[in-house]
């Protein structure tokens, strides 16, 4: 029997033994999972923050964009304004120049073409039209 209970003890303080050694496995294990989850924390909470920021730098850009759209846009409104002006202008240089040609034009076409065409001008009447408008540029 003493052998018997000898053995129990000796098994017992093994047993105790390997408990302890146990213990300090899984006490050791579980720090390096705490360890390893606070660092993947840091890394989360880094995360966060970056993606926080680029949500906000994204917002300001999308702004931004708009307001260089509109101000595209506004530019396109006053190319085309300038375009629009610059043809009324041109319009109207154009017509004035055609009206302050008109009265000698008019004079011209007044008598019927076929006159004009039937009197063949002479070097005579050449000069005698040349004088009278001389003489009408000196009054």
Known sequence: MSSDVGYDIVE??????TKDETCLTLHLETQEIEAVNEETEK???KETRTEEQLKK????????????????????????????LAQNLNQEF?????????????ILSSEPSSKLLSRPITPE???????????????
């Open 12 to 17: 017992y303080g093994a047993s105790v033994e």
């Open 43 to 45: 890394c989360v909470g």
């Open 57 to 84: 730098d994204l917002g300001y850009a999308k702004k931004e964009l708009r307001s260089l759209n509109q101000g595209a846009l506004d530019q396109l409104d006053g190319a085309k304004m300038f375009s629009t």
């Open 94 to 106: 154009e017509s004035g120049i055609v009206q302050s040609t008109m009265p000698a034009a008019a």
């Open 125 to 139: 009447a050449q000069r005698t039209n040349d004088n009278n408008n001389n003489n009408n540029n000196n009054d």
